[in-house]
């Protein structure tokens, strides 16, 4: 048993005897070390190993932040970033009416993407639900004009349609009181300096359940918002185990910027690829060997932004898929959609132009795994079975030299013609002599056949 001298005397000069401190971190490291436990002797069931293979070869996925931020075109932080009190943020749900809004066309936009699935924000940080839910009256059916259960609809959509469907749920909150004590963000709500802690992890856990009731099969659950309150008493082990008893092959993951914890089934990383450490998001996240996918937004936003006009290239998408790919990890691109229900354009085009070169170039991604060659500035490879496909993404030379792979080669030749690639195996490596390549050609595939 622990003993902790918390006297108020202590507590008010700041000051604990060497002792009580040492118990004290102790105490706090057990504590931590339980935390991430989170669901400790976890065995996913072969649905969930299944689950998991397919969403490897799935490859590429349609991310959606949606709600009501989106009716003031300025990201899914405006709450935080402006601020804005409950009290006026409550204002925005009545002026969410999207009429525009068809799931139908949504489903197939990423179809015809190339993407396999799609991930999509139920509850954000701001707690708005977009889904119909007993828990609350905040939430999409109760407070718009709209009135209408947008998850309802778009899971309809994705079984009819045949594409696999994520929820993203923020267990950050800045909208329940109960989200007590606060932990980084959500101080400037106007809410009261009090809430009861287990009263919101019942509510978020009873949204959980609803989510994976009354929508039928879900791919997964998509957590975050964990950052938050990094020490926080979050009782995954009560949260993950809920999702998996209810549905098995569900997988979840959650945007921690952490290594994954004992009962998730894949990991994420946000706007970097696996292992690197550009944004600041992931600083010390070391890659698993759990499903990989990585997260980012077609502009510079993630919710609709009215004045963000930083597109990437369609080059620059497929470029970041086929490095993804090379990397073992899924590619989940980002739209936010407006408040009317439709997605901007230049994201459907974007989207059009993806697919193109998804359509053309598909066996090079879908249902392979990262190749044997380590990435590198000139690209990436990727394998499925005894097919290699070296994606020479900048390299300008007539010879692309290669680290000697493990098995012999059988031939090989450009994915986009198929025409024969000269080719030299020797102790040093593998010799690809490449043609010139066309102009504007966004990815040089080589396939690459490998002896039995
Ligand atoms: O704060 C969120 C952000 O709004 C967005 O949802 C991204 C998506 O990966 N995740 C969080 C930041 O880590």
Redesign the pocket.
């Known amino acids: 048993m622990l003993f902790i001298d918390t006297s108020s005397r202590n507590r008010r000069n700041g000051f604990l005897p060497a002792t009580t401190k040492l118990v004290l971190l102790s105490a706090i490291a057990l504590v931590s070390c339980f935390r991430v436990l989170a669901q400790p002797g976890y065995t996913p069931t072969a649905a969930n190993l299944e689950a998991r293979r397919e969403f490897q070869d799935a490859r590429f996925g349609m991310?959606i932040?949606w709600g009501v931020y989106s009716v003031l075109g300025n990201?899914?932080?405006v709450m935080e970033l402006r601020p804005i009190t409950v009290h006026d943020y409550e204002r925005l749900p009545p002026l969410f009416n999207p009429m525009k809004f068809d799931a139908a066309k949504w489903v197939a936009l990423a179809k015809s993407a190339g993407m396999k699935y799609i991930t999509i924000?139920s509850k954000?940080?701001d707690g708005f639900a977009i889904f119909e839910t007993r828990q609350s009256g905040w939430n999409v059916v109760a407070r718009t004009p709209y009135g209408k259960d947008v998850i309802r609809q778009l899971a309809e959509q994705c079984h009819q349609q045949g594409i696999k469907l994520f929820f993203?749920y923020?267990q950050?909150d800045w909208h329940n009181t109960d989200y007590f004590p606060r932990g980084r963000t959500g101080h400037s709500t106007g809410r009261p300096e009090s809430g009861n802690w287990n009263a919101y992890l019942d509510y978020m856990n009873a949204q959980l359940r609803e989510l994976l009731t009354n929508y039928g099969e879900v791919a997964g659950i998509w957590f975050?918002?964990m950052?938050d309150k990094p020490d926080g008493d979050w009782q995954l082990g009560r949260t993950y185990s809920l999702i998996h008893q209810l549905q098995p092959q569900a997988l979840i993951g959650s945007?921690h910027?952490k290594a994954p914890f004992p009962g998730e089934d894949f990991q994420?990383f946000?706007?970097d690829l696996p292992g690197q450490h550009t944004t600041g998001?992931n600083p010390d996240q070391s890659v698993s060997d759990l499903p990989l996918e990585t997260?980012e937004t077609m502009n510079t936003s993630?919710?609709f932004n009215i004045t963000d006009d930083q597109f990437k290239s369609t080059t620059e998408l497929i470029r970041y898929l086929v490095r993804a790919a090379g990397d073992n990890a899924n590619f989940l691109l980002?739209v936010g959609p407006m408040p009317n229900g439709e997605i901007q354009p230049e994201f459907v085009e974007r989207l059009h132009e993806v697919g193109a070169w998804t359509r053309q170039y598909g066996e090079s991604i879908y249902g392979t795994r990262g190749g044997p060659i380590p990435p590198g500035s000139w690209g990436v490879t990727t394998q499925l079975g005894d097919t290699v496909y070296v994606h020479v993404l900048d390299w300008n030379d007539g010879t692309l030299a290669l680290p000697k792979l493990s098995r012999a080669v059988r031939g090989a030749r450009l994915l986009r013609d198929g025409s024969a690639v000269p080719y030299t195996v020797n102790d040093y490596g593998l010799l690809l002599k490449l043609a010139d390549r066309p102009a504007g050609l966004v990815d040089e595939v080589v396939v690459v056949t490998l002896a039995e």
């Open positions: 991310f932040h990201g899914e932080w924000t954000h940080h993203y923020s950050l975050d918002g950052w945007n910027h994420m946000e706007k998001f997260a993630w919710g980002n």
